[in-house]
């Protein structure tokens, strides 16, 4: 079986989202910057309130899902459904937009670090719009696996095989069938992942460097994974930390203008006189 090897490395540029919170984008800088159905991935981390504490006041979405997941630190959520919650350390909100949701995020924190990553992912356009959903999924409920010495996955979303076992994350049977996880490598330690070559996947190391196959690959440069079978992933004395995507491409043509994602500038335009007729998040 082949090994899948690093086809592209794009590293995390400045950038600036919501009421000035900063963080490094990696996927997303630009349209080119993009890999189906993954259309944005942004770290954010800092414990300089300044950075953060203006947060993410009420913004629209439409037409793809959104992954929140927190290292450090407490964000609090609330959308135009009434639902409310607060994500901490090791948690998840994953929130589909479908046809249309109005949502903030906010810090439930005035000092300290707060670091966290954000995903986003399109929906096919027979899925665009659908109800808006989301779930918020505590630490405690994401499994732990350690397929190797040395290591330990946390499985937000699919399924591994440990020892002829299958882990299964709290997120399973979505369209494109996405795989999030979370690799925390001890020093020198590695292992090897069957990755299906039909799923367009990327790592990114978050802490330390790590080696993906006979490529380097280091802290906050996001590496594109071209075909094969399975990955390999190793680290060195220092050992590291890297999130590993991957999910069925969908195909089709992409039209974003902003916070809203369709097929075609037509779409755009409706989203758009929908959210200034207030009816974006209403149903069809």
Known sequence: MSTRA????????KASDGAGVRLMRSLGQSPHTRLDPFLMFDEFGSDQPEDYRGGFPPHPHRGFETVTYMMAGRMRHRDHMDNEGIIGPGDVQWMTAGRGVIHEEMPEQEEGLMRGFQLWINLPAAEK??????????????????PAPGVEVRII??????????????????????LYLDIELGADAGFTLPLADERNA????????????DSHLDRRHLGILGSGGELSLKAGPDGARVLLLAARPIGEPVAQWGP???????????ALADYRAGTLAEPA
């Open 157 to 178: 979303a699919g399924q591994i095989e440990v020892a002829g076992t299958p882990v299964t994350g709290p997120i399973h049977g979505l369209s494109t069938d996405p």
């Open 6 to 13: 690093v086809e592209r490395i794009i590293p995390a540029v």
């Open 129 to 146: 719009m659908k109800p808006a959903a989301y779930r918020d999924i505590p630490a405690g409920q994401i499994p732990r696996a350690s």
């Open 260 to 270: 809203f994602v369709m097929n075609n500038r037509e779409e755009i335009e409706q």
């Open 202 to 213: 990327f790592v990114y190391p978050f802490d330390g460097n790590v080696r993906v196959g």
